[in-house]
């Protein structure tokens, strides 16, 4: 039994990459386990997962906060009353300011449905295709203040298909991605 480093899981959406970390973590020998789940999307379809698996969820509503300083600043309290030591942005889709990132300094990792550095921010999947990549991925990486540019984890990449689409080659990575974020978490503690 590992002494688990208590983590934060921030999403936006629909959370299937929490759900691959906490089904991970509910090992003995994972190195972390999820303590909170954060989110600044009030109907994000991933906070169920907070009630199947009995984890806290602080549902945010950014657009409830005046300033996004007010809106990290609730974070921050809220990481540091569940003494949170590491936070994993899974679907998350608000760029966290410098402030913050130094506030967790080299403590918070993302996932990217693209093999970094090629194709940061959105659309990865359509821009590998109209590149005519052989290639594609995932990348696990740590967060800086530069979007998608923080020192790299772990990649998973697999073929592109003559016939793939945008949607079919999404719903391939994000398998994919389910894989790679427990195992960056494992590496990152190894
Ligand atoms: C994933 O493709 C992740 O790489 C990207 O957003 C998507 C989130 O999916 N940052 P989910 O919410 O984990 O299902």
Redesign the pocket.
């Known amino acids: 039994m590992v002494n688990k480093k208590k983590c934060a899981v921030f999403?936006?959406?629909?959370?299937?990459?929490?759900?691959?970390i906490i089904k991970e973590s509910n090992k003995s020998d994972f190195p972390i386990k999820v303590e909170s789940i954060i989110t600044d999307n009030i109907n994000?379809?991933?906070l169920n997962f907070g009630k199947t698996y009995n984890i806290k969820c602080y549902p945010l509503d950014y657009k409830s906060f005046i300033k996004k300083e007010d809106f990290e600043s609730k974070i921050l309290e809220i990481l540091s009353i569940d003494k949170i030591e590491i936070i994993c942005?899974?679907?998350?889709?608000k760029i966290l300011s410098s402030l913050f990132i130094k506030s967790f300094d080299g403590l918070i990792i993302?996932?990217?449905?693209s093999l970094l550095p090629k194709y940061k921010g959105l659309d990865?999947h359509q821009r590998a295709i109209d590149n005519n990549d052989t290639l594609a991925g995932?990348t696990v990486h740590y967060v800086n203040e530069e979007l998608d540019s923080g020192e790299i984890i772990l990649q998973k990449s697999l073929k592109i298909s003559h016939e793939e689409t945008a949607s079919t080659l999404?719903r391939k990575?994000?398998k994919l991605?389910?894989l790679a974020y427990p195992e960056a978490i494992r590496k990152i503690f190894s």
Not at 89 to 93: D, E, K, N
Not at 110 to 113: C, D, F, M, V
């Open positions: 999403i936006s959406g629909n959370g299937s990459n929490l759900e691959s994000s379809r991933g942005l899974a679907g998350y889709m993302n996932i990217h449905p990865t995932c999404q990575v994000l991605e389910h």
